[in-house]
């Protein structure tokens, strides 16, 4: 039989790892097995000359034959893995859990590798399920879903055997203990050799289950097969899926235990996703950067969605200062600013008199410079009046007049005339046009600005409907509209949490690549990844109305306002080179693309798209 | 001993370069950034001149823009700190980073680098702007917003 070059690889690991000596020289290819590879030095040199494909009498294997042990060569594979197995589990169990493996075992026969691993692994395999080890030892077959919830078999890898009436034992009993459930982790991380399996955005492949009629309700139903589509990338062909330790698997495992712990709580399996996400944190901590905050982020944000802790109240000034640090460390809010400052500028062109409603002021950085480029207009400057508007202030302080000062002294300093009003609500969808008090078209030119609060008003129905109906009634010249380009507004949860872990982790590779090694981490630095894992926490604890961060895509925003009755402006190349020169100014700046989507600009972290801003006006009607 | 000094040279003034400041601000007017900080250790004459006429750095900031500045901005730029700190805050990081990336050819610069410059500047005013009473974010006084274009860019 052919094995497979990989599974003498780690056996010779393994092996190495026990034995504190390699197991075999180069690998050779004899018509029943080959064996190690040059990982294995130390025994190589001496035992390159027993290359022959002479076998000992019984079809021992002949380089373990050296050490002293007695594996046939056809069983190699077989006892490659459980070896594997063994070691995982010894890795993951508690330390008392194996202790009596060491005094209460009894071995006959040492030198036969593959009894004494078997035994080993079915001293651990106690439970009281009926799992017949050599049912789960022996030919296995992985070709089902990676999400075995088996808490009573001691295995930790994924074991799949046909048998469904095995798995529905596994799945009844249901011990609280915290480190045999890691089975539920895909822990096979199998590497064929012709497949990459990165993280999820590999093309998913489909899973095959092999379950029959049992349907076992922790195993992916064919409602969300995507869900599992990445997934599938750990499930091995009919080949014997073999697992590579090594650091970059535990990266692997930690996404797969974070889609497994989101697939649980979707199932409404609370649990076994308690559990998952506890391992969830342990992996975390093997990890470093971006990718252990994010896994913290979204472990912490499933913990309050499994034991439905309600969310920390919206404390406005607080999450200003959040964004504040956000708006230095990282461009993504001064691109917003910049861009529809341009589209807002070129808009108001000829105008003596502008009107901007600002939808979200919270400290008003998107003005100054918007003031300062009014002010140098050739013609000079018109007369610019600012709307703020904001949620209320938990000390009742007033924030939004504060920043009105504050833009009412810069524009005294540069000449500009300035007028400025507040308004408190809780949300868009309370303003009424009149309200606003918009002085004729002839008067004032006015422009609409959002940066990231449009998609607020999604957790409401009919709020949006009526906040674009209220914009209609102002007739503005201009409407700019900056919104995240992920969709976190999709109707099944497991999608949801897909997306925005993609999001996300995208967004926090771009924060680490701006301040490259730099210890200890800005302070900018952290409130920025603060700031982002309150989305985080909203877009995955929180559900109805507290869920306000629903995030859509620029094309789903594209025809909502085109079916409200607004056209797209295009945004011009001064904005689009504006733009760019603002992102080489950033340190990590190569990593950061503006892109140009038929007149909207995006811009994203390497190919992935994160902002996008847009600006439409009213659309033309035939009187 | 004393030399025998023929008498044309004794007639001769000597110059100094510090008896005639228009001359000396003309030639300082055609240094470069680093130049003119340098020029500015020289002596109290010279670091007086550099600290206080802003014209020169003026000159330093838009030497190379190709079109020429529109008269409103003189009184906009010095009401928002002056052209000494534009250049110190905005144009000389810009410059340096756009250069670096390859976008600026020859140190000459369009509108739009200018504008970029300005509108940068312009938002460091405002961060510095106190609040009435309003607490300034971490407590610290100095703009954060460029804060960023001091950071060493990833090479």
Known sequence: MMLGLRTSCTLSVSMKRDHQESCGGSGYSGSSGSVGNGECSSMSTGKAKMWDDEQDAGGMDELLAVLGYKVRSSDMADVAQKLEQLDMFMGTAREDGISHLASDTVHYNPSDLSGWVQSMLSELNYSPTNLDPSGLLGNQQIDGPVLAPAESSTIPSIDFSNSSQQIENQSGVYHDDSEYDLRAIPGVAAYPPNETTSDEENSPKRLKTSFGSNSVPFFASNSSPSALGELATIVAEPTRPVVLVDSQETGVRLVHTLLACAEAVQQDNLKIADTLVKHVGLLALSQAGAMRKVATYFAQALISRIYRCPQDGFDSSYSDILQMHFYESCPYLKFAHFTANQAILEAFATANRVHVIDFGLKQGMQWPALMQALALRPGGPPAFRLTGIGPPQPNNTDALQQVGWKLAQLAETIGVEFEFRGFVCNSLADLEPSMLEIRPEEVESVAVNSVFELHRLLARPGAIEKVLNSIKAIRPKIVTIVEQEANHNGPVFFDRFTEALHYYSNLFDSLEGSSPGLTPPSQDLMMSEMYLGRQICNVVACEGPDRVERHEMLNQWKSRMGSAGFDPVHLGSNAFKQASMLLALFAGGDGYRVEENNGCLMLGWHTRPLIATSAWQMAAVES | ?155
């Open chain 2, 1 to 155: 001993m004393q030399r025998s000094i023929p008498e044309n040279q004794e007639k001769k003034p000597k110059f100094l370069i510090n008896e005639h400041v228009d001359i000396l601000i003309e030639i300082l007017k055609r240094l470069d950034g680093p130049s003119l900080g340098v020029a500015a250790c020289v002596c109290r004459l010279w670091c007086t001149i550099t600290s206080n006429d802003d014209s020169l750095w003026e000159h330093l900031c838009f030497r190379h823009v190709s079109n020429p500045s529109p008269p409103s901005l003189r009184p906009i730029v010095i009401a928002l700190g002056g052209y000494k700190r534009l250049y110190m805050v905005s144009v000389r990081p810009v410059l340096s980073r756009l250069g670096d990336s390859g976008l600026v050819r020859k140190r000459v610069w369009t509108r739009q680098e200018m504008q970029l410059s300005l509108s940068l500047f312009c938002i460091d005013y405002y961060e510095r702007l106190g609040g009435n009473g309003s607490e300034r974010l971490g407590g610290d006084a100095s703009a954060s917003s460029l804060m960023f274009l001091c950071n060493p860019v990833n090479v």
